[in-house]
Each structure stands twice: as structure tokens, then as C-alpha cells.
């Protein structure tokens, strides 16, 4: 379990966005009624105990010493009541949510153990969980929509689509489904919709889910999708393709996130390997962030990765990062959920003038960030520093989105698995490479060493 300490200078979290409940708030002049905790019962104890570790942690951990001008103990004494009255679970967390929100900053919110347990850890230490792979979103209330599928992943091989419309999992109505695991997120940002990973049927089952794929017309699709090992670095591997189009050659590679090496090593064996003969590629830089390193890795062929300290306060000092270099064109994706190392390595993209930026403006959600566990064995994911020294300029980053310089609306409703952003991209980047001479491979190449995934 200590592992995780260490994973403070991760900039973390994924694409997941979650609303933020409206209940009714206490005004800020308004004085809490006093509360008798020994009348208590066990269950009201177990809640305060999560409300109270969670604000410990946040005392002893949260980057900004002043607590962006709130005060911890009269937080707590708002929030008592109604943390100890909710149903544990999704319940108390709203209400725990409610009270992050207030610090309006990034990367403060509760992940739920089994998101944790089967979402989260996994991809530090490069571990497949069996799982459905794909996400929803409810886009709307009461509309969810399939947003994020893996590459390779079941949920891919059994037909889903992307922008497909869910309306029932095994037969029943999403709306408080009991597969649908909050996939966490950051009740302190505006514009969230609620973001949702899938648990896996009972017993081995497959997943049945009920979709409309058009708009425009009632049909709905039945689609069963059996549960497989997969993993978002494994969708990152294999995402790397060549796209053929009018002639020529164009690499592709996304990115699910910056939080294990395996990234960099997809991203050398392609440039060494796949990508040899292609005129450009595309770098997709949706979703989640990640480790410093393994940003500054995956950026170095393309740019000069800003000198990076080792340890919070050393002197910050240039790199080599070992990685083969990419002199052809280059265009990279980015969209609303592109957040914390992916905004960085964004900015420092556009900083350096490598290639064009396609998509929508980023979140701004750039905070050094961490996980702890809660008593009720769900996660805190707290900002334990903020990262500005790793954006060229030391840019404050966070509330400042990235803008694109080919801005793209993301089209996800009923988009029928085609990806505006991408096509958008193949596009940018084939008006950079049709008049270049087509690439050749070098007289005498060199035996590229196989990469260990």
C-alpha cells in the first residue's frame, strides 16, 4: 500500500468528469447548529470517520498551505450532519463531493475502490483486469453515451461504437444501475457531466447492452460483450497503426495516459519499427495525464523536454530520455478531457512550434496529484503540488485551458464511431506531407532491439 505515496508527482486522473449533486448549502454566514456525535449511531461514527480522514489528509497533504482560504474545522462542522445522516457509499461521497467542490481546484475528488481497485491501479503497474472496456457519459440527463472504448478491448471486437446511445445494461434502465461505477473526477470544475465506468455482470456473465446508434431512427442494437483482460496501456499498443490516405502514409498512436513506461516503449518501437516509411504521424493526447517522466519520454522525440527536478525542491536539470528522433511532421489531439501531464505536454508542444494542435481547449486541470485511502476503503485523489515548472514559460497551467490552434468540436452524440477530431487531424497533417518526397529506408539500418512490454 505504501506504493502509492509515491505517486505524488503524478499528475493524474482520467477522462472522467462527475456532477456536482445539487443539495441545499448553508449560506457562508450562516452558523451550524451544534451536533451531539456521542449520540451517534455506529454507522454515523463510520461516516464521520471518512468526512474526518479525508480532511486529514487534506490538511497534512494539500499543496496550497493556506487551503485556498478555507477553514478545515468549520467546513466540518457544516458537513457533519448530513455526512453522518447519508447512506454510506455513492451517498456520503456526493456529499463529501460537494464539500471538495468548494476548494474549486482540480484534482480533488472521491474514486470509488472497485474504479480504484480496477481503473486506476492497473495502469501505474501495467496489470490487465478482466473488464468490459469502455466508459459512458451522461451528456445530457438521462442520455448516456458511449465515449471512450478501448483499442483491441471486448467491447471493440463485439461492435459498440463510439457515440453509441446506452439505454438499458442487462435489461435495465441506467439511471442508478448497479454496474455503473462513478468513475470520479472534479466536483471543484465547472461544465462536468457525470462520467461512468462498467462493473462486470455477476458470475462470469457477459455484459447485454441495449444501443441506438442514429438519431434518426428508433432502432436499438443488442449487443453482448463478454469481459476480457485489457488495459489502457495495452489499447495504447494497440492503437499504433498506419493510416493510408490518398497516397500516403500517416502513424498514429494514442495515448490513453502518461502513467507507465509502456507508453514510451510503444511510442519507440513505432518510430522505429511501424512508422519507418510513413510521411507523419498523429500523437492522440486525449484523457488522462501521468508521470512526469514518462511525459517528458514520450516528448523527446519530437521536442527538447524542459529541465525536470528529481525530487520537489532539487535543481532542475536536462535530461536525455534516450528516445529515437521524429524529423517528419507532426500533429497532435487534444480535446476537453486532455488534462494535467496532457495539457503540459500540449502547452510545451505549442511552446516549441512542433506541429499544429488539433481539437477543443483543454480543462486547465494541472495539479500534482495523489491517491490516499479513505476509512470506508474508497480514494481521496488530492493536489499535492503544483507542476508549473514543467510547462516551458512556467506557465500557470492550472484554470488555463490550452487552446488548439486547429480548434475541432468533439461530435460525440450518435457519431457512429467516426471521431471528428481524428479525421480532423489525418486532414492538417496530410496538407503538411503531400508535397514532401516520399520517405526511404536508410542504406545500412541498424538492429532495433525488441521492446519488452
Known amino acids: 500500500m505504501l506504493y502509492r505515496l509515491l505517486l505524488s508527482l503524478l499528475i493524474v486522473i482520467s477522462l472522467a468528469n462527475t456532477v456536482i449533486i445539487a443539495q441545499p ?29 479525508m480532511l486529514d489528509i487534506i490538511r497534512r497533504g494539500f499543496f496550497d498551505r493556506q487551503y485556498r482560504g478555507k477553514d478545515l474545522k468549520e ?128 458470475e462470469g456473465a457477459p455484459l447485454v447492452v441495449e444501443v441506438q446508434r442514429t438519431a434518426d431512427s428508433a432502432e436499438r442494437l443488442t449487443i453482448s460483450i463478454k469481459p476480457a483482460d485489457i488495459n489502457m496501456i495495452a489499447a495504447s499498443r494497440n492503437s499504433v497503426t498506419i493510416i493510408e490516405h490518398e497516397g ?24 522505429t519499427k511501424e512508422w519507418q516509411l510513413c510521411d507523419g504521424i498523429i500523437i492522440d493526447l486525449r484523457g488522462r495525464g501521468g508521470s512526469p517522466d514518462v511525459m517528458n519520454t514520450c516528448f523527446a522525440p519530437f521536442g527538447e523536454p524542459p529541465p525536470m527536478t528529481r525530487m520537489p525542491g532539487g535543481r532542475a536539470t536536462q535530461r536525455d530520455y534516450g528516445m529515437p528522433k521524429w524529423e517528419r511532421p507532426v500533429v497532435a489531439l487534444q480535446d476537453a478531457g486532455s488534462r494535467s501531464a496532457k495539457e503540459v505536454y500540449a502547452h510545451n508542444w505549442k511552446w516549441l512550434k512542433i506541429g499544429p494542435l488539433v481539437g477543443e481547449s483543454t480543462p486547465g ?19 499535492a503540488q503544483n507542476v508549473r ?51 526511404t529506408l536508410p542504406k545500412q539500418e541498424s538492429e532495433a532491439k525488441e521492446e519488452e512490454f
Open 365 to 383: 486541470a494541472v495539479l500534482g496529484s495523489t491517491f490516499a485511502q479513505l476509512p470506508d476503503g474508497s480514494y481521496l485523489i488530492y493536489p
Open 248 to 271: 500516403r502514409k500517416l502513424g498514429y498512436i494514442r495515448f490513453w495516459h502518461f502513467l507507465h513506461h509502456g507508453m514510451s516503449a510503444a511510442l519507440r518501437r513505432a518510430i
Open 75 to 202: 467546513m466540518r462542522e457544516r458537513y457533519l450532519k448530513r455526512a453522518a445522516d447519508a447512506k454510506p457509499g455513492n451517498e456520503l461521497h456526493n456529499v463529501l463531493r460537494e464539500l471538495l467542490a468548494e476548494f474549486k481546484v482540480s484534482h480533488l475528488g472521491i474514486v470509488a475502490q472497485h474504479a480504484y481497485d480496477n481503473h486506476f491501479a492497473p495502469e501505474m503497474d501495467n496489470t490487465l483486469r478482466t473488464q468490459v472496456g469502455f466508459d459512458i457519459t451522461e451528456l445530457s440527463p438521462g442520455e448516456y453515451f458511449v465515449t471512450d472504448i478501448l483499442t483491441g478491448g471486448p467491447a471493440e471486437k463485439a461492435g459498440l461504437k463510439r457515440g453509441d446511445r446506452l439505454h438499458s445494461l442487462m435489461g435495465k434502465p441506467l439511471a442508478d444501475h448497479e454496474l455503473l461505477v462513478d468513475a470520479g473526477g472534479d466536483p471543484g470544475l465547472p461544465n462536468q457531466h457525470p462520467h461512468y465506468f462498467i462493473k462486470n455482470p455477476p
Open 25 to 53: 448549502r448553508l449560506t457562508d454566514d450562516s452558523t451550524p447548529a451544534k451536533v451531539d456525535e456521542g449520540s451517534f449511531s455506529e454507522q454515523q461514527k463510520a461516516n464521520v470517520k471518512v468526512l474526518d480522514g
Open 389 to 439: 515548472t514543467l510547462s516551458y514559460g512556467q506557465v500557470e497551467l492550472e484554470g488555463n485551458p490550452v487552446e488548439p490552434t486547429h480548434p475541432v468540436k468533439d461530435n460525440v452524440r450518435y457519431a457512429q464511431g467516426v471521431d471528428s477530431i481524428k479525421e480532423a487531424g489525418i486532414k492538417v497533417l496530410f496538407d503538411l506531407v503531400k508535397d514532401r518526397p516520399e520517405p
